[in-house]
T-cell receptor, first 113, second 113 residues
Framework: GQNIDQPTEMTATEGAIVQINCTYQTSGFNGLFWYQQHAGEAPTFLSYNVLDGLEEKGRFSSFLSRSKGYSYLLLKELQMKDSASYLCAVRDPAGAGSYQLTFGKGTKLSVIP | DAGVIQSPRHEVTEMGQEVTLRCKPISGHDYLFWYRQTMMRGLELLIYFNNNVPIDDSGMPEDRFSAKMPNASFSTLKIQPSEPRDSAVYFC???????????FGSGTRLTVV
């Protein structure tokens, strides 16, 4: 089975830094993904980690610790447009050809002035 | 590229009616996924295809749901008969074989009354 946990909601101030945590328990592991989803829109890909450590991409960074089953998404210099849901997803190679992602329920981030 | 194209964007139907959702994946993408998103359960995988062949349909809720992919550029998800609990946003996503990210379509918001 698979279990992916994220906080339901977070609030942060424009210009600040926010860290969104994700913990997972899966029978296997072949990568962790972060997606951004604005209200009423489709999820869009943000980042991918398969090895331990930090991946930086502009204002966004993602960290992975496979031994702890833990990841976080770090957003710096927050902007109002960053208000969205952030979805953590894990690829679990359950079998040959398995390619699907299992998503957490998402963290709704509200950025306030 | 136009991205993943879904139709219709919105569908309102009466309980008991047949509903057909359509998806055109990105050309060259070998994998196609159907997800359902609700507030309570988040994004759930329904079924996915590789090279037009269904690989895993364990997420399909019940026999009322069926999906086909007659060729590389088209897939349908059918619900017959529809029920109010089927109300959700249905997303189609595609991915190239060697890639690690999905591209989602804009989704179909289904309301069954």
């Amino acid at each position: 089975g698979q279990n992916i946990d994220q906080p339901t909601e977070m609030t942060a101030t424009e210009g600040a830094i926010v860290q969104i945590n994700c913990t997972y328990q899966t029978s296997g592991f072949n990568g962790l993904f972060w997606y951004q989803q604005h209200a009423g829109e489709a999820p869009t890909f943000l980042s991918y980690n398969v090895l331990d450590g930090l991946e930086e991409k502009g204002r966004f960074s993602s960290f992975l610790s496979r031994s702890k089953g833990y990841s976080y998404l770090l957003l710096k210099e927050l902007q109002m447009k960053d208000s969205a849901s952030y979805l953590c997803a894990v690829r679990d190679p359950a079998g040959a050809g398995s390619y699907q992602l299992t998503f957490g329920k998402g963290t709704k981030l509200s950025v306030i002035p | 590229d136009a991205g993943v194209i879904q139709s219709p964007r919105h569908e309102v139907t009466e309980m008991g009616q047949e509903v057909t959702l359509r998806c055109k994946p990105i050309s060259g993408h070998d994998y196609l996924f159907w997800y359902r998103q609700t507030m309570m359960r988040g994004l759930e995988l329904l079924i996915y295809f590789n090279n037009n062949v269904p690989i895993d349909d364990s997420g399909m809720p019940e026999d009322r749901f069926s999906a086909k992919m007659p060729n590389a550029s088209f897939s349908t998800l059918k619900i017959q008969p529809s029920e109010p609990r089927d109300s959700a946003v249905y997303f189609c996503a595609s991915s190239p074989q060697a890639s690690y990210g999905y591209t989602f379509g804009s989704g179909t918001r289904l309301t069954v009354v």
